[in-house]
């Protein structure tokens, strides 16, 4: 960023006072009588309203992923939301009436759920500017440092999703002020102001742009997402996903986006002390080199691959020694570990498992968790996706974050592409093969969540096992 903009950003401003001649109040007119309903959108606002906040904002969600709905996932109901379920209803063969049946929200929900795992959409805590925002892994594959802030990019460079963050602004009005104007290859066709945030979106050349900043005691944060207007048509939505997920100060009220789906709470708080702080898309990251993962099993045990742990040497978990040999469940093991009282996984069932997530640690010193989309290799016992040095006995989950299986071995090695790590194929073992030894899981509850925000929360039931040597 240069010129006027750069200004814009590091400049200190000063408020300028205004002062206003008082006046009469006059008296306002009526505001004007809303048009009533007809019956069919009627039926659907009152089907809709009796739904708690949580699922309006997630069918809101899922409709933006099908390409029905461009609204703000805020949970109000409206005539865009109507028309959105409508054209979802058409568009599966439903009965068209703006109310969603079970097997049509279940439907959305799937269908909604595998546009984002073609996208590798996941929640990013940024280490470099504290922002949590949804991120498409699968198409901004570069990250790049820049001056106050990183870049996460495609590859050719014509998408891009900038995140800021600067020192607290003295005017933050004034900053909107300078924002909002055009300038050489630059129109803007939108603008929105808050105190504490604004909305800047427009045309730059022959790419869009979508700027939200906002303003807290710890400075400001924002992000800039661009991208080209001749692919518009596809990329709008993954624009709209963007800004549904963005939290400027993640664990606080400041500047909340009123479209987050329910309070998803960092996984620090749902585990034990121990347990990791950051749930982060594999982008860049440092290898993790003493360590590989397991799994806790509630009441003091933890599932592991038992291949993993013959390379670790002197294995520990949060300093004690643990017993290597444990109990055998076919090529897994379950280890006696007293010490964890983290939340026990959830079992999955047989059945198809295209679509998983991997979970393993990003460095012990940070002890960050990497969720990483992936593919199940058919009936190969495989598993694509991008891991890090210390992923031997990672859990593999389905979308509903329940276990399918268990990473055999860590990788000896990580291929990294662009500062990126690339996807690799590993063996796993499935969780039918050692089910029989474990023991018995309370059937998993029935939920509208989506996929990310469950393996996010699965992500609790990971545990660290610290090795004495490089594995």
Known sequence: MSGPLRFAFISILLLVPQVGIAQAPRPQ??????????????????????????????????????????????????????????????????????????????????????????????????????????????????????????????????????????????????????????????????????????????????????????????????????????????????????????????GTDIAANPARVGAQPPVGQLAAPAAPALVRPSLGLTELRHAISGVSLGQGRVLTSAAALRSCESPSIAGQPLDPAGQAAGEAVILRAPQVNQPAVTLGASGAREAVFTLSFEEAAQRSVIVAAGRWQGNDNRVTSALQLGAGGAPVLDGQGRLVGLVRESP?????????????????????????????????????ETAPRLVNQAAASLVEIRCARRI
């Open 29 to 250: 007119p009526a505001p004007p009588a809303q048009p009533a309903l007809d019956p069919v959108q009627a039926a659907s606002k009152a089907a809709y309203e009796r739904l708690d906040e949580a699922e309006r904002k997630a069918i809101q969600n899922d409709l933006i992923w099908t390409g029905d709905f461009n609204g703000v996932a805020g949970g109000e109901y409206g005539r865009r939301t109507h028309d959105a379920m409508l054209a979802f209803e058409r568009r599966s063969q439903g009965t068209p009436d703006g109310i969603l049946t079970p097997a049509e929200r279940a439907a959305l929900k799937r269908d909604a759920d595998a546009a984002r795992l073609a996208l590798r959409f996941a929640l990013l805590t940024d280490q470099a500017t504290g922002i949590r925002i949804g991120l498409p892994a699968a198409v901004l594959t570069q990250r790049v440092a820049v001056d106050n802030g990183v870049v996460y990019r495609r590859q050719d460079g014509a998408v891009s999703l900038q995140l800021t963050k600067l020192p607290p602004a003295q005017d933050f009005a004034e900053l909107f002020e300078r924002m909002r104007q055009d300038g050489p290859g630059r129109k803007v066709t939108y603008r929105l102001q808050r105190p504490d945030w604004f909305v800047v979106s427009g045309e730059e050349g022959a790419r869009k742009f979508y700027t939200r900043l906002a303003n807290g005691p710890d400075g400001v944060r924002g992000y800039t997402f661009r991208y080209p207007i001749d692919q518009a048509q596809t990329l709008d939505r993954i624009m709209i996903a963007i800004a549904n997920t963005f939290e400027p100060f993640p």
């Open 412 to 448: 000896k090695a990580t291929r990294m592409v662009a500062g990126t790590v690339a996807e690799a194929s590993y063996p796993v073992i499935p969780t039918d093969s050692f089910r029989a030894a474990l023991p018995a899981s309370p059937p998993a509850s029935h939920t509208q």
